[in-house]
């Protein structure tokens, strides 16, 4: 049964490496004895030489190291060199080990030369200590055999080849851990080490880019799909920064004693400047060293903020990627690897949510973070609804003192201090409370007009002058100030359109895109000016290419001057749309635009669906395509368009919103929400007769349903379908399609007769449809046992058909068949090259189809015994891949369910194991049942060769309980996918069925 992502799109493929014949040279020589002897004494000679050379080598790196645990291996890898020097008669077998010694030194002198063990980081002190206990195990294995030799007085002993392959093996998996564990302690920061990557890929064929890590943390083994970790730096400590020197020792001391802080206080109090200088003290930096992060919220919107929102912020300020169903998990792994302070800032945007499931995610999640040993949270905010289960040291941040508040207000405007007025500004500066945002607008509005300190007074004395009125949460003072700077001269002189740009800024979560305001704003002639003249007055600033405000700017601004006007919104939005209707696939300028200023379409379209939603609903549904094609990420449009005001003229451009909203989340891998939004998708369509579409949400949960394994769900969807009103109203093609998905279904239940499957689809006036009915019929029949040379005969016939583009899917099923055909009947080298052309087939295009099939031709590699081979095929993935390696929760089951198919296949069980354990956790996050069958299966066939029966028992019976609910006969549980049984040599889930001894006596 091919379960394989269904996208058209991929990039370049991985090509099979070549083995080139021997030369006659080499074996003229091979054949002549009196060669093999002089070749014989020469090697000899070199290995011992060579093992002179490394145990030298090794022995003075170990006088070098500070590390005693480091020391002790490089004592005992010495050991073992001189015991196979002077006692072991094969030496030359040891050649590859001795090279792996060698790669030992080399990496534990760069790795901890300057760590002594008591702050030897904990991801390195795990490496070694797992790397001491092989070496440990192999010394007293090779010393044991000396001792034999001495015992029965022979001067030198033989170690079996297949010994001495098993401790290599064992080393190149030390090794590899040791590198596992150096990636996800980012802290190790590879550009310190050089050398390290490459000394370990020339000896030990390991790469630095692994791509899943299964790490034990607390006990407890945690699957983490690894992540693309892109450093992040701090923001810079403020360079105005006054009065809160103790409150920063105090503070700073907190934090290194392991407290969780809450810095709160108004807008504008400092707390985000606070929490910058708490970065860059000397004692956090020695501390938290590089892992030192700054999480901002001031450009979301509670009104619309999300949990998937709130993660997403949260990865990206870690410089890491997530992906799947629950973005805590790889967050989380992330920061179990050593010691992070986090910087939550401007929490009161997510404490404050409107989304009630936003409110009940994001304090839990919280909670969770800040209980991972050497995590340490400070969090700003205005609100005081902080995370209830987290302990905090909640500081109210004081305005500053009067010292503080000149040395700021002076250094800003030194003009104040000249004349008779600094009486006068003091005075000032207190009726301000002392508020640094505040006094920083005030001073910026006097430099920038150019106010003796009289005219600075008088101008403020003809304000409102009113003190601290947190009403909303927000100072008066602020209000006063921001005021008096839109009244200077050099606002006044830009007229309505300086507050109307303001206002625009203020809109927009990202600000305004500076590339582009000519676009945006056409009727603004000057915008540029006008963006420098509010710079100038501090009241926006510059971040990359966006002109943005400050969260208590924005507050302001929203509260109380009056919203974008309708002329500069239309020009906004008719940029906007028009870039999203000529956005296609491909990756060009239009696409760039999407990208860049997402935030900032999406809260458009959010607005426009709140007021004016019949005339938004088909930019809405192109912008999530837009999305789908080229930034796939949780949207909070889907409040949006769910709370958007129907009616029945409406209904059918609703649903198509809805439509490319579930397949948006599909992307994702969120198919259970997928489905839901399909199914109201449905119901609307129905609503407005459109029985067509409706036939296309049914049957796209049932598919999704068939790819969780839920085979007796999409069975049961697909044919009350068919008894629906709507049914008599389909087109024959429809029909055939929903019959074809069924069969789908029917196929891997064993609830049909393979003759009657695929039969009324398969003279679909659909060629697609036709063509791949055909298709699957002749592969129903290899799964139920038929004739594999006619069946084999006949794909290759319907192979020869698939000619043109619009059969793509078809002839990449044909192929599908017969590389089961070829894999069933031995031919694994033909398998191989068929799973090739398939990968082929999506050179250059964006789609995950390369990673899954690749993920296959693994397995094949396997079976074939070269099990390099495919672990090269499972972990290295081209960069240009890493985006669908990520974004895919359902090609990370595959290939970890292939990860350990390979490792079982190898012997290596506690890998296997580890990756079935990964496996299952992921099924159960996403609620795939079938891969979940296979890696309980997995699990129980190594405890049952590890003799744990009982435990096996247990593993059985939950498989078996799992093909009663996909429905699958468990006799029948791997017979619709070929590549996904286990060999042969695993009997015991057979023994089971059969209620043979030891299983007859558990059950």
């Not at 002179?52 to 090794?58: H, L, R, S």
């Not at 700054?294 to 919107?301: E, G, P, R």
């Not at 700017?553 to 109380?560: E, K």
């Not at 990420?633 to 439509?659: G, M, Q």
Request: glycine share 4%; net charge negative.
């Amino acid at each position: 049964m091919e379960y394989g992502p269904g996208s058209t799109t991929q990039l370049q493929p991985e090509v099979m490496p070549s083995k080139s014949p021997k030369s006659k040279k080499s074996n003229e020589s091979k054949n002549n004895p009196h060669t093999k002897q002089a070749s014989s004494e020469s090697q000899a000679e070199n290995m011992s030489q060579l093992l002179d050379v490394t145990i030298a080598g090794i022995s003075a790196v170990q006088t070098v190291v500070p590390s005693d645990l480091a020391k002790g291996v490089l004592g005992t890898v010495a050991s073992i060199l001189m015991t196979v020097q002077s006692a072991i008669k094969n030496k030359s077998d040891f050649r590859a080990i001795v090279k792996k010694c060698e790669a030992i030194g080399e990496i534990l002198k760069r790795a901890t030369m300057d760590t002594t063990d008591d702050n030897l980081p904990g991801y390195l002190a795990h490496a070694l200590s797992e790397l001491n206990s092989l070496v440990d195990d192999i010394n007293n294995k090779v010393v044991s055999r000396k001792k034999q030799g001495w015992f029965k007085s022979i001067l030198s002993v033989t170690i079996d080849r297949d010994q001495i392959a098993s401790w290599e093996k064992d080393i190149d998996s030390a090794l590899k851990l040791f590198d596992t564990e150096a990636l996800v302690g980012i802290a190790m920061r590879v550009e310190e080490l050089p050398g390290i990557t490459t000394r370990v890929e020339e000896l030990t064929g390991i790469t630095m880019r692994v791509e899943e890590v299964v790490s034990r943390i607390d006990g407890n083994l945690t699957s983490v799909n690894v992540l693309k970790h892109q450093p992040i730096e701090p923001p810079s400590r403020p360079s105005m920064f006054y009065g809160r020197d103790d409150l920063v020792a105090e503070l700073t001391t907190l934090v290194a004693n392991g407290e969780h802080i809450a810095l709160i206080g108004p807008g504008g109090m400092g707390k985000s400047s606070l929490a910058k200088a708490i970065l860059h003290e000397p004692l956090i930096i020695e501390k938290f060293a590089d892992r030192r992060f700054f999480v901002a919220y001031d450009d979301l919107d509670p009104s619309t903020i999300t949990f998937e929102t709130f993660m997403t912020h949260f990865a990206g300020a870690l410089g890491i990627e997530i992906t799947g169903a629950d973005p805590l998990r790889p967050i989380s792994t992330f920061l179990h690897s050593a010691s992070a302070l986090v910087v939550l800032d401007n929490a009161e945007t997510f404490e404050e949510a409107s989304a009630l499931s936003a409110l009940e995610k994001i304090p839990p999640a919280i909670a969770k973070i800040a209980d991972i040993r050497g995590v340490i949270l400070i969090l700003t905010s205005r609100s005081r609804r902080n995370a209830t289960d987290v302990l905090w040291r909640t500081m109210d941040i004081p305005p500053l003192d009067l010292s503080s508040a000149e040395r700021v207000f002076f250094q800003t405007y030194p003009r104040a201090r000249c004349g008779d007025a600094e009486e006068e500004i003091k005075n000032l500066l207190r009726e301000l409370d002392f508020h640094p945002l505040s006094i920083n607008l005030l001073a910026h509005t006097a430099r920038q007009n150019d106010w003796s300190p009289a005219m600075l007074l008088k101008r403020w004395n003809n304000r409102h002058t009113a003190v601290l009125n947190p009403g909303k949460g927000k100072l008066q003072s602020l209000s006063d100030a921001m005021q008096l700077s839109l009244d200077s001269p050099s606002i006044q002189a830009l007229g309505e359109d300086g507050r109307r740009t303001l206002a625009i800024i203020a809109f927009l979560p990202q600000g305004l895109n500076d590339n582009l305001a000519g676009d945006l704003l056409p009727s603004l002639q000057e915008v540029d000016t006008i963006c420098d003249v509010l710079r100038t007055q501090s009241l926006v600033y510059r971040q990359d290419d966006f002109i943005k405000v400050l969260a208590p700017i924005r507050h302001y601004v929203q509260d109380s001057l009056p919203p974008p006007d309708s002329t500069r919104l239309q020009e906004i939005r008719t940029f906007y749309y028009r870039t999203v209707q000529q956005c296609s696939k491909e990756q060009d300028g239009h696409a760039n635009i999407i990208i860049s200023d997402h935030f900032n379409i999406e809260r458009v379209v959010a607005f426009d669906l709140a007021h004016i939603p019949e005339e938004t609903y088909h930019a809405c549904s192109k912008f999530l395509d837009c999305l789908t094609w080229h930034l796939p990420r949780p949207t909070t449009l889907t409040p949006a368009i769910f709370n958007a005001v129907e009616n029945s003229s409406t209904y059918e451009l609703k649903a198509y919103c809805l439509y490319n909203l579930a397949w948006l989340y599909d992307t994702l891998s969120q198919l259970t929400d997928a489905m839901k939004i399909f199914e109201a998708a449905g119901a609307l369509y129905l609503a407005t007769g459109n029985h067509e579409m409706v036939a296309e949400c049914v049957i796209n949960c049932a598919d999704r349903y068939k790819c969780q394994g839920r085979f007796i769900q999409s069975q049961q969807l697909l044919e009350g379908f068919q008894r629906s009103e709507s049914w008599e109203y389909l087109s024959e093609p429809t029909k055939d399609k929903v019959w074809y998905f069924l069969d789908t279904a029917r196929m891997c239940t064993f609830t049909a007769s393979v003759d009657e499957l695929f039969v009324k689809s398969s003279d679909s006036e659909d060629h697609h449809v036709g063509l791949s009915s055909k298709i699957r019929h002749w592969q129903a029949k290899l799964y139920y046992g038929g004739d594999i040379v006619q069946v084999h005969e006949r794909l290759e016939n319907f192979l020869l058909q698939c000619t043109c583009t619009q059969v793509c899917l078809a002839h990449r099923r044909a192929l599908m068949g017969l590389a089961e055909v070829a894999f069933c009947e031995g031919r694994l080298s033909d398998a191989m090259d068929i799973l090739q052309k398939i990968v082929q087939m999506f050179e250059g295009e964006r789609s995950d189809d390369v990673l899954w099939y690749t993920a296959l031709k693994a397995v094949v590699a396997s079976t074939q015994g070269d099990h390099a081979l495919a672990r090269e095929f499972i972990y290295k993935v081209p960069e240009s891949l890493q985006f669908f390696e990520l974004r895919s929760a359902f090609v990370f089951l595959h290939r970890s369910y292939c990860s350990a198919f390979i490792e079982l296949t190898a012997g290596a069980y506690d890998k296997a194991e580890s990756h079935f354990i990964a496996t299952i956790e992921g099924c159960d996050i996403q609620g795939h049942l079938h891969l979940k069958a296979y890696s309980k299966r997995g699990l129980g066939e190594i405890a049952f060769v590890c003799g744990d029966f009982a435990l096996a028992a247990r593993c059985f019976t939950e498989t078996r309980s799992l093909c009663t609910e996909m429905g699958v006969p468990e006799q029948h549980l791997y017979s619709c996918d070929p590549f996904g049984v286990l060999p042969d040599r695993f009997i015991a889930w057979t023994v089971f069925l059969e209620g043979q001894s030891p299983f007859a006596n558990i059950m």
